[in-house]
């Protein structure tokens, strides 16, 4: 996989750290532990959103952390479980996973330089 994607992957694991972290804390660590969430989230997306098209990379995070998050709560926080909840979220991530799919990799500074080299 795409180093750049792994990167998505990762802002949007620590995006559920900062939600789950909103809702949850309520001592110096916890807040602490949730700053640290945003921030590494927001800079593991700064390199990814340069260099692939943002829309499907902000689709790929969002969609990702919206399903940790439900995920996480009806593990760790004793939200109800319930099979419609799963449904979306397979149903989500099987879109995230076809937009990832017919996302050409390659950032818009490889396409530049490849026309630039073939037209020289």
Excluded at 11 to 17: C, K, N, Q
Excluded at 49 to 60: D, N, W
């Amino acid at each position: 996989m795409n180093r750049l994607w792994v990167l998505v992957v990762i802002a949007a694991v620590f995006e559920v750290v900062w939600v789950s972290g909103f809702k949850y804390a309520d001592d110096w660590l916890t807040w602490s532990m949730t700053a640290i969430g945003i921030i590494v989230s927001s800079i593991a997306l700064f390199k990814p959103v340069k260099a692939l098209p943002a829309s499907t990379v902000y689709a790929v995070f969002v969609g990702l952390g919206t399903a940790g998050t439900v995920i996480i709560e009806m593990v760790l926080f004793n939200e109800a479980f319930r099979w419609l909840k799963i449904l979306f979220i397979m149903t989500l991530l099987v879109g995230i996973i076809g937009l990832k799919t017919i996302t050409d990799d390659k950032t818009s500074m490889d396409k530049e330089h490849e026309s630039w080299r073939g037209s020289h």
